[in-house]
């Protein structure tokens, strides 16, 4: 599925050894979403429940400790597994667009995890022409590679390195 997110991205915690998700399934695509997060991530955290609640998501594991807080520190995977299971199921219930919508007005930090392809034809991206058109020598044709990495007036900011070969 072109939509799919592969959901082996995430991360091990240094002290607990518990695997963390970054991406999450929703109902066309697929977000970038931390929601057990420390140092201020309390208020994020709390939000996202009392919007779960609100749409009939709530369960008790969702409160059961200080996720976001002191008790972050001392998870096990089996609790992790629990919490990810029901906010997977309510993100599931979501389109992108939807998600989104509300993690702005919740100041959640949350955003769509986009695909090559959403890049490749990104509005912004074009038109800061991050991508640009770069002919390869070996295949006859010309590519999209990236450009280079910001664009300045003054200075501009020029790629002198040739596009990989085949194998590179």
């Not at 997060?37 to 994020?44: E, S």
Request: proline share 6%.
């Amino acid at each position: 599925n072109a939509n799919s997110v592969r959901q082996a991205v995430g991360f091990r915690a240094h002290t607990t050894g518990v695997k963390f998700r970054f991406t999450w399934q929703c109902k066309n695509g697929g977000v970038a979403f931390r929601p057990l997060v420390t140092g201020g991530g309390k208020p994020q955290y709390e939000a996202l429940v009392g919007w779960m609640t609100a749409e009939g998501f709530g369960d008790p594991i969702l409160t059961a400790k200080d996720w976001a807080g002191a008790d972050s520190r001392t998870i096990c995977q089996a609790d992790y597994d629990q919490i990810a299971a029901v906010i997977e199921r309510f993100l599931q219930a979501r389109t992108l667009d939807e998600l989104y919508a509300k993690a702005v007005e919740l100041r959640l930090r949350l955003a769509p995890a986009a695909t090559t392809k959403d890049i490749v034809e990104s509005r912004q991206i074009q038109a800061r022409g991050l991508l640009v058109p770069v002919e390869h020598p070996e295949l006859g044709r010309t590519f999209l590679y990236p450009g280079a990495f910001a664009k300045f007036s003054a200075t501009p900011v020029e790629s002198f390195r040739r596009p990989p070969r085949l194998g590179e």
